[in-house]
């Protein structure tokens, strides 16, 4: 199972952090990736990381903004999110695929004044 936490409302600018609960798989061998839904648009996949963290993969659109981590011992993945925009506005997710088909409840994140 996969359920994220951690959205919410934030202004243009300001800081979030996701984190994503696994349980019910070998969550220390499988890589893990945050995917996003915005308001009519495709699910879009966002990072990635691989087992152990030692290599992280960002959409451009996020990349220098967006931070992926991982804690194997607990089952958690994390999302940090800074100097938020407008567009990152969506329903984030955390998966066990890049195309999201193996997903959890995701998280709404809006960004706006």
């Known amino acids: 199972q996969l359920q994220a936490f951690g959205g919410g409302l934030v202004q243009p600018g300001g800081s979030l952090r996701l984190s994503c609960a696994a349980s019910?798989?070998?969550?220390?061998?499988?890589?893990m990736y945050w995917l996003r839904q915005a308001p009519g648009k495709e699910l879009e996949w966002v990072s990635s990381?691989?087992?152990?963290?030692?290599?992280?993969y960002y959409a451009d659109s996020v990349k220098g903004r967006f931070t992926i981590s991982r804690d194997n011992a607990n089952g958690t993945l994390w999302l940090q999110m800074n100097n938020l925009k407008s567009e990152d506005t969506a329903i984030y997710y955390c998966?066990?695929?890049?195309?999201?088909?193996?997903r959890g409840q995701g998280t709404q994140v809006t960004v706006s004044s």
């Open positions: 019910g798989f070998g969550f220390h061998n499988t890589w």
């Open positions: 998966a066990k695929d890049k195309a999201g088909q193996v």
């Open positions: 990381i691989t087992t152990y963290g030692a290599y992280t």
